[in-house]
């Protein structure tokens, strides 16, 4: 693999990860979701699927931020 292949997946990965926390914002402005809903709407969109590994995360680091909520229901 050369260097600029490595590059590129290197600001996709990048580009990915930044527009998730925008897309996160984006989706719960729109309508309450829970995680698993998101990652599937998203792929919808994007035709990327982010992993468990990272939208929970940003998610947390929203909250964090008072940014988003979180309800538990049950």
């Known amino acids: 693999m050369s260097?600029?292949?490595?590059?590129g997946?290197?600001?996709a990965r990048?580009?990915?990860?930044?527009?998730l926390k925008f897309f996160i914002l984006k989706m719960?402005?729109?309508?309450?979701?829970?995680?698993?809903?998101?990652?599937?709407?998203?792929e919808?969109?994007?035709?990327w699927k982010p992993s468990p590994g990272?939208?929970?995360p940003?998610?947390?680091l929203l909250q964090k931020n008072r940014?988003?909520?979180v309800k538990i229901h049950g």
């Open 3 to 7: 260097k600029s292949d490595i590059l």
């Open 9 to 11: 997946r290197e600001i």
């Open 14 to 19: 990048d580009f990915r990860k930044g527009l």
């Open 28 to 42: 719960l402005d729109r309508q309450e979701m829970h995680g698993y809903a998101m990652m599937e709407r998203i």
């Open 44 to 47: 919808e969109l994007s035709g």
């Open 54 to 56: 990272s939208l929970y």
């Open 58 to 60: 940003a998610l947390a």
């Open 67 to 69: 940014l988003i909520s």
